[in-house]
């Protein structure tokens, strides 16, 4: 059965009854013009307004999906796909399942995962709400590309084909609305093919509000963005303050420093060895969560990050720590024996803590790498039940670029 059917248009439908007839007639009109051999498949999540026996009556093929959430409808529809491709919209009427042919087209060409974009193909007016259209879509299109290098110019946009067993192999797992940015983020980093065709927005056709929450769902896919970009979340960032806090603290080691009419000493330079500190921590969450992530198999690691992980060992590490502990140790002893040659009594305050600051920082800073030293070694034990590693993303045509 799975080896005739060509293409899978799955519509996940929480009481979509308004509507769902419209966007069944739609699809399978276009499978009956275009000759493709196809399905129309209803991934139900628990719709109590009829709209299970609407879509058996016009002959969709009706999937329950017990599990709630967007993600969880979609996946539970791509499971049991028997197409070899699947092109997933809303049952909203908002999307034009009458004209898929960009999409096969693409899709037959070899491309993995063929977006939509609504900004190329027109929105009509009153179909995407100017909050969505000016701020919401264009910023979180624009950080996916730079966190991603995702070629897509219309992130969120609903109407979109895949390879059926490429998106599988990637292992997609959140339940919600993240699901849509999961596709593009994970297909970017396991180095999938993509293409890009123009699509229509129109004003859905339900007289109730939409599931959509704009500032809730823009906040939770903004977090799954961040979340699956260590390198933005902490690595850059961490790497600017380690860097600054750094050449700072070092600078005022050797005395004060004056910048037009502004005096810095040994207060600014307690908070400069502190910024370096929170730098250094994020460096190092950076590394823990590409780790922990790698093995759980939520993200893929790229062959030069895998390569600089497999040079580094505990026992490196630990070496590494313990030689940044021992540094701040002994400024602190010499500090110890500079006090005793006055006779433990009272010694110049801005000089003290100058000498202090960097014999902490030294201990601070090597104690840090003996445990993520020790942590990343637990990491690194190989279990039975880990999860499947998602693998390594591959450069093609499209996608250049990989990420760390």
């Known amino acids: 059965m799975t080896a005739m059917v060509e293409l899978s248009i799955v519509m996940p439908c929480l009481n979509e009854a308004e509507t769902l007839a419209t966007c069944i007639r739609k699809a399978q ?14 991934a139900d999540n628990g719709s109590t307004d009829g709209s299970q026996d ?13 599990e709630k959430g967007y993600g969880n409808a979609l996946m539970g529809g791509i499971r049991v796909a028997r197409g070899t491709y699947v092109i997933m919209g809303d049952a909203d ?38 909050l969505h259209r000016y701020l919401g879509n264009p910023v979180l299109s624009a950080i996916g590309k730079l966190f991603f290098k ?47 065709v123009p699509t229509t927005l129109k004003k ?13 769902d823009g906040w939770r896919h903004l977090r799954f963005l961040l979340i699956y970009s260590p390198r933005w979340l902490f690595l850059y960032p961490g790497l600017a303050a380690l860097a600054v806090g750094l050449v700072a603290t070092l600078a005022l080691l050797v005395g004060p420093v ?23 921590q994020a460096v190092l969450f950076s590394v823990m969560v590409k780790l922990f992530a790698a093995r759980e198999g939520l993200l893929p690691m790229s062959p030069k990050y895998r390569q600089l992980i497999e040079r580094f060992s505990i026992e490196r590490g630990l ?8 540094a701040g140790i002994i400024v602190a002893l010499l500090q110890l024996l500079r006090w005793g040659s006055v006779g433990f009594g009272a010694l110049d305050t801005a000089q003290n803590i100058r000498t202090a600051i960097p014999a902490v920082l030294g201990m601070v800073l090597g104690f840090q790498t003996i445990m993520f030293s020790m942590f990343a070694g637990v990491l690194s034990i190989p279990t039975t039940n880990a999860g ?12 250049p670029a990989l990420v760390a």
């Open 29 to 42: 009109g276009y499978l009956n013009r275009s000759g493709v051999s196809g399905e129309v498949l209803i």
């Open 388 to 399: 499947t590693p998602t693998p390594a993303p591959k450069k093609t045509a499209d996608n």
């Open 204 to 216: 859905d056709g339900r007289s109730r509000p939409p599931h959509l929450r704009s500032w809730r």
């Open 54 to 66: 609407i879509a058996a009556e016009l002959g969709a093929r009706v999937v329950d999906v017990a």
């Open 319 to 326: 070496v590494l720590g313990v030689v940044i502990f021992v």
């Open 150 to 196: 995702a070629p897509v110019g219309d992130f969120h946009c609903g109407l979109r084909g895949f390879r059926r067993e490429a998106i599988l192999a990637i292992r997609l797992h959140t339940s919600g609305m993240e699901f849509a940015s999961e596709i593009v983020v994970k297909s970017c980093l396991s180095g999938l093919r993509f293409a890009e």
């Open 258 to 280: 004056k910048i037009g009419s502004a005096g810095f000493d040994v207060g600014t330079m307690l908070y400069t060895a502190a910024f370096a500190v929170l730098g250094y």
């Open 93 to 130: 009427d908002s999307y034009d399942f009458s004209n898929l042919d960009p999409f096969v087209a693409e899709l037959r060409k070899g491309a993995d995962v063929v977006m939509g974009n609504r900004f190329k193909g027109g929105i009509e007016p009153g179909a995407m709400p100017p």
